[in-house]
């Protein structure tokens, strides 16, 4: 693993790896964790839910400094923060997979902010379509993609390495977690 091989938790302290790299398959658990994650997303209220109360360009619980903060700015500076513990190894060169991407808020601003290349990873289509919109209207297609896919089993994403995995507040929807970090380590470079 490269020096950029980080792991962030949503609270911004890093994780350590697996030390496994085998690749793993569903489980009956995860299959039904997942379809269940994947209804619910897809879902028109989820979605309506999300866009009003989040806001619509990201979807995470958000840093807040007081109790009048509105969640869409305590949802940014969460994304900020997370940024800024790894922001001196942020590069044009630098490859980011966000699992779990929701709307791709996080993506998007990586991707604006340090010009790096960021795949987005998510198991909804309404959001992947959503997300998708806001690259386009941003301009951001050069430097970000979308992918349709399980954070429990890469394999969508073949060889392809990263240089940093992020993730926030999405694993809460894993019947595997231990699958998850097995498929972060493969994915790091």
Known sequence: ???????????????????????TSSTPTTTTTTNTARTYYNSHDADAFYRAIWGGSTINVGLYNSLSDPILTASHRKIERMASLITPSITSATRILDLGSGYGGAARYLAKTYGCGVCC???????????????????????????????EDLGILGEEGFDVVWSQDAFLHSGDRKAVVREIDRALV
């Open 1 to 23: 693993m490269s020096a950029l091989s980080t792991v962030l938790s949503p609270s911004g302290t890093n994780l350590p790896p697996s030390s496994s790299s085998s690749h």
């Open 121 to 151: 990873l998510i198991l909804s289509e309404v959001e992947n379509e959503r997300n998708r919109n806001m690259i386009q209207e941003e301009g951001l297609g050069h430097l970000v993609s979308v992918r349709e896919g399980n954070f």
